[in-house]
């Protein structure tokens, strides 16, 4: 047993001295590059809120453009999509020819 709290010991020493140099490197990095820069109110507020518009903006475009459903004498509902997308052709699937 007095071996395994030896053994327990060390490697708590051994990754003590693993951190601390890397602690110390990047305590060395934040002080050379200057205190962090402080935003008012106002502009985090603005960032926020333009950030909010752009994801908004993806939103909207994301949603597919149709027209209302249109339910025909035979039951079937046709659901056409609007004019100004262009939808790209479907390409035919390639077929590779084994040899046997």
Not at 12 to 34: D, K
Not at 77 to 88: H, T, Y
């Amino acid at each position: 047993m007095h071996w395994l709290r030896k053994s327990r010991a060390a490697a708590g020493l051994l990754g003590l001295c693993l951190v601390l140099p890397l602690l110390a490197s990047a305590a060395a990095q934040e002080t050379a590059a200057g205190p962090p820069r402080q935003e008012s109110p106002s502009e985090l507020a603005r960032e926020g809120i333009e950030q909010m518009m752009r994801a908004l903006g993806l939103l909207v475009e994301s949603i597919p453009q149709y027209e209302l459903p249109q339910v025909l004498e035979n039951g079937d509902i046709i659901i056409r999509r609007k004019q100004g997308r262009s939808v790209p052709p479907a390409q035919e699937p390639e077929i590779d020819e084994t040899a046997t």
